[in-house]
């Protein structure tokens, strides 16, 4: 068919006329003087009419051979094709038929195998003949071009009809052919002196009504590993309340003193993370019951940066830093530089956090900078400990023993080097006055989240994914090309807040530009981590540290394209200055950076300390984060876009601030849900360091053993 169709399809393009493709000049193409026009229509009625004429011609020839074929005689080779197709009422009606020998009977056990088997499909594949056609000549006049298209149709149309006749006929005569090769099988299955048909059906029959009970592995003695090779086996089988996870896998020792810096700077993080919320959620409840206090150092306008800023420098700066002391001289194979550094840090940074906080309730604050509340001398706290803790980073690396800087080197010191840029840009007065203040502002704003936050965690990512599923990464390219594309293209997208602000036009259109250009990196860095799960995707359910990774990575891919559909000025007009941006917020900063932080927290501490939080607890924290996220954000994007709404249609302000309110209580729900899984986490990381003190006494046991062993040497 391949060969026939390519000897038409040359006639076929040559028959196309060149103006078609040609550009007219003057006058439309289908207009009713244009030659032109009227020739593509005149192409496309004789091309209809060709294929139609083909598909006849292929459908006669294919009646033709089936009316000239042979009666169909049964291939006694496919018989267990056809059993196979036979169900279990219809074997006993045959098995009880076959029975009585009697002719009459004989006959109507041919019918009703008729009846049985002729269900299915009554369409064959077919093979088409083409034939060969000659380009016709084409006249310019254009009431003769008209003249043939008025031909043409009537004829197009009995061509079209005589092909849907001759379908039907075709399909007729394949359900006639199927009826005789059934009838040829019913004759076979009446053969009475062949056994082995009837021992067949029964084979089938029995097959039909075998069932699993789920218990065919399983037995009544306890389970029993003699070699050791099962971990998990349970001698006291019981009740299971939540799936079984694999325990962390010994590695090797680390540094005690490296152990305790790290369990200090999460730690701490974890504080500054049930401190921070806690304030959230009280904020969150002022949305509902805003006249729940009436003390000035509780007001929503001092506590929400409170909130803000202990979430983002207490809890997500520490607990990146304390991971990263961890991996930067785990993959440069060599010890940290100093440890001393890495407690100056934690010191540095906690001061500027509790003193931060202090501050901002005593309204001691920098004015009207989102996420710059502190004021300078505090925040230089926080930029000494960077500055600490890059050179020490820097000299950690320097001295690696592996050839190649790994990526998530590059990614954490390419984060806090970003840190302290930003610092003095948005802290040095020199360029903050009028429009300068605003453009700082989205600068600061974006970079801390983006070129601090996010990269430091991509580069966590980066080392504690491919570990847990212990498997390399799936392109170090992709890292490298999503680590300086968003260098590229995230540092120019902060004044995409402050679209039509009398910020210039094309800065506007320039922050635009570059939010578009952050899908290169996003999509990179989410393919690579989704294409190193390939393989593994079985992993997650028996590990507690991959389905935080996975949230964390639909996360940023979801809510990074967020912030994408955010920039556009169509969007940005209904969307900015509502509470979607408090939802787009919480979707990133939550969403992405608490969910790889916790997962780089339940893979690392526990072997740092060789003790695991109880699963069960691990589940609470996972799920009541995830759903509370979820009502948290959800209600919030779809009643700020009302919102939204609203104001453009000039609607008043107080009846949007009213229509919210069921919104805001979504909020404070989802808020709670969240700030109780910080419980859980604060717990399960309590479990983790400091565990229980109970004595093991099969380990006591062989100490006390390995004591009295060597006292009788001593005395020999």
């Known amino acids: 068919m391949v060969n026939q169709l390519m000897r038409v399809l040359p006639v076929l393009l040559t028959a196309v006329p060149l103006p078609l493709f040609a550009t007219p000049r003057g006058r439309a ?86 009846v049985l088997l002729t269900g299915g499909a009554y369409s064959m594949p077919v093979s088409a003949q083409q034939i060969d056609a000659k380009p016709s000549s084409l006249l310019q006049e254009t009431g003769i071009i008209i003249t043939l ?9 009995g061509v079209i009809l005589m092909a849907v006749k001759v379908s039907a006929l075709i399909r007729r005569r394949t359900r006639e052919t199927n009826l005789e090769e059934a009838t040829a099988f019913a004759d076979y299955l009446t053969d009475p002196h062949d056994p082995v048909i009837e021992q067949a059906l029964e084979q089938r029959k029995k097959a039909l009504a075998y069932h699993l009970h789920n218990s065919e592995l399983a037995g009544n003695a306890d389970a029993e590993d003699s070699r050791g090779l099962v971990s998990n086996i349970n001698i006291h089988t019981g009740l299971s309340v939540v799936a079984q996870k694999q325990r962390a896998k010994p590695r090797p020792a680390v540094d005690p003193a490296l152990s305790k810096l790290v369990m200090w700077y999460l730690g701490c993080a974890a504080f500054w993370l049930l401190f921070g919320t806690t304030v959230g959620e009280y904020v969150g409840i002022k949305f509902v019951s805003p006249d729940v206090d009436h003390l000035s150092w509780l007001s929503f306008g001092r506590l929400r940066p409170v909130h803000t800023n202990a979430v983002f420098w207490g ?34 940074i906690n001061a500027a956090v509790l003193l931060g906080s202090v501050s901002l309730m005593a309204g001691i604050n920098n004015g009207g900078g989102e996420y710059r509340e502190y004021i300078w001398p505090i925040q230089l706290l926080f930029g000494i400990g960077l500055v600490i803790t890059l050179y020490n980073f820097i000299n950690t690396i320097a001295v690696r023993t592996t050839k190649e800087i790994y990526i998530s080197n590059w990614y954490i010191v390419a984060a806090v080097m970003f840190a302290l840029v930003i610092s003095v840009v948005a802290y040095v007065p020199w360029w903050q006055d009028g429009l300068g203040e605003t453009i700082v502002q989205g600068y600061y704003m974006h970079q801390g989240v983006g070129m601090w936050f996010m990269l430091f965690t991509l580069g966590i990512v980066y080392y504690f994914l491919p570990q847990q599923l212990n498997k390399p990464i799936y392109s170090y390219s992709l890292g490298i090309l999503a680590f300086w594309a968003q260098i590229l293209f995230y540092t120019l997208i902060g004044t995409h807040h402050f679209v039509f602000s009398a910020i210039p036009w094309w800065l506007q259109t320039v922050a635009i530009v570059g939010s578009v250009g952050m899908i290169i990196p996003v999509a990179a860095g989410t393919t690579n981590f989704i294409m190193t799960f390939r393989n593994g995707w079985y992993k997650i359910a028996s590990s507690y540290t991959l389905p935080f990774f996975l949230v964390g990575i639909i996360f940023y891919f979801t809510g990074s394209l967020q912030g994408t559909a955010e920039a556009f000025r169509s969007t940005n007009l209904i969307w900015h200055f509502t509470d979607f941006t408090v939802a ?133």
């Open 315 to 348: 809890w997500a700066s520490l607990g990146m830093l304390g991971l990263g002391h961890y991996v930067v001289p785990r993959v440069s194979n060599v010890p940290l530089a100093s440890l001393k550094q890495g407690r100056w840090s934690l010191i540095l």
């Open 29 to 114: 193409f289908f207009s009713t003087d244009s030659v032109d026009g009227l020739l593509f229509i005149l192409l496309s009625l004789v091309i209809i009419l060709l294929i139609v004429a083909i598909s006849l011609k292929v459908r006669t020839s294919m009646m033709r051979t089936k009316n000239t074929a042979k009666p169909p005689v049964f291939d006694t080779t496919r018989f267990n094709e056809y059993i196979s197709a036979l169900s279990s009422k219809s074997i006993d009606a045959y098995l009880t038929l076959k029975k009585k020998k009697q002719q009459k009977e004989s006959n109507v056990l041919k019918a009703l195998l008729l």
């Open 584 to 716: 787009h917020s919480h979707l990133t900063m939550y969403g992405i950076i608490s969910f790889f932080l916790w997962a780089g927290i339940y893979a690392l501490v526990p072997r740092l300390s060789g003790k695991e939080a109880p699963q069960i607890t691990v589940g609470a924290h996972f799920w009541l984060a995830l759903i509370g996220l979820l009502f948290y954000t959800i209600p919030l994007m779809y009643g700020s876009t009302l919102k939204g709404i609203m104001w453009i249609q000039e609607k008043p302000f107080i009846e949007s601030v009213i229509m919210m309110a069921p919104y805001w209580l979504w909020r404070a729900i989802g808020g709670s849900l969240m700030w109780l899984s910080h419980l859980f986490f604060a717990y399960n990381l309590y479990r983790m360091i400091l565990g229980d003190d109970t004595t093991d006494v099969k380990g006591a046991a062989i100490a006390r053993l390995n004591q009295s062993y060597s006292e009788i040497e001593s005395t020999l």
């Open 149 to 157: 298209i008025l031909l043409l149709i009537p004829i197009v149309a």
